[in-house]
């Protein structure tokens, strides 16, 4: 089946510091959204892509839709320790409405 | 609160009970997705309708688990004869296809479950 491929899988960053992750597939995904989750909790939704190369922000959140549809990343800049939480990337395969999620990244910031 | 929600929270069950979760999504919503997360892996799809139909499956869906929305709004998921490998937290997600673009998934807080 379809899967992600997230990296790196823990993050360990002092406060200030910038932040980068990224997924890659095998296969092509029509949309990509990354998501934030903390314990106990749902996953929020971050940021969603629809096109590739589309590059989107949210406040000091940037991602961007890989050219070959197989990949995405997400940048945070500037982090804060609220910033802490397990990130994850999800995307749609053509043809379905599921969504197929990555393992997580697990972001600590250190004050 | 608009947001989607779930009840109950928790549910703790002995192995071979039957356990009945369900989720109400966002009211203009007129899609429903559930999910199952494990420790330490990401929600992995389960079941999804629009409206009152069930569209998709995963293979994850064993016949000991049925989905129901009879009238297009809130969900109901069932887990019979339970084993301890369905311990996990299962997450209900809302969207809308009113627009035909975009395509965003609002999580509830889950269910967590916990068969002894």
């Known amino acids: 089946g379809q899967q992600l491929n997230q990296s790196p899988q823990s993050m360990f960053i002092q406060e200030g510091e910038d932040v980068s992750m990224n997924c890659t597939s095998s296969?092509?995904?029509?949309?990509w959204l990354w998501y934030k989750q903390e314990p106990g909790e749902g996953p929020v939704l971050l940021i969603a892509?629809?096109?590739?190369?589309e590059l989107t922000s949210n406040g000091r959140l940037t991602a961007q839709f890989g050219i070959t549809r197989k990949d995405s990343f997400l940048n945070i800049s500037a982090s804060i320790p609220s910033d802490v939480g397990i990130y994850f990337c999800?995307?749609?395969?053509?043809?379905?409405?599921?969504?197929?999620f990555g393992k997580g990244t697990k972001l600590t910031v250190n004050p | 609160d608009t947001g989607v929600s779930q009840d109950p929270r928790h549910k703790i069950t002995k192995r071979g009970q039957n356990v009945t979760f369900r989720c109400d999504p966002i009211?203009?919503?007129?899609?429903l997705y559930w999910y199952r997360q494990t420790l330490g892996q990401g929600p992995e799809f389960l079941t999804y309708?629009?409206?009152?139909?069930?569209?998709?499956k995963s293979r994850l869906l064993s016949d000991r688990f049925s989905a129901e929305r009879p009238k297009g709004s809130f969900s109901t998921l069932e887990i019979q004869r339970t084993e301890q490998g369905d311990s996990a937290m299962y997450l209900c997600?809302?969207?809308?296809?009113?627009?035909?673009?975009?395509?965003?998934?609002?999580f509830g807080p889950g269910t967590r479950l916990t068969v002894l």
């Open positions: 997600a809302s969207s809308s296809n009113l627009d035909r673009v975009r395509y965003e998934q609002f």
């Open positions: 296969s092509i995904f029509n949309t």
């Open positions: 892509l629809y096109k590739a190369g």
């Open positions: 999800a995307g749609r395969p053509g043809g379905s409405e599921k969504l197929v």
């Open positions: 009211s203009e919503h007129n899609r």
């Open positions: 309708f629009q409206n009152e139909a069930q569209l998709e």
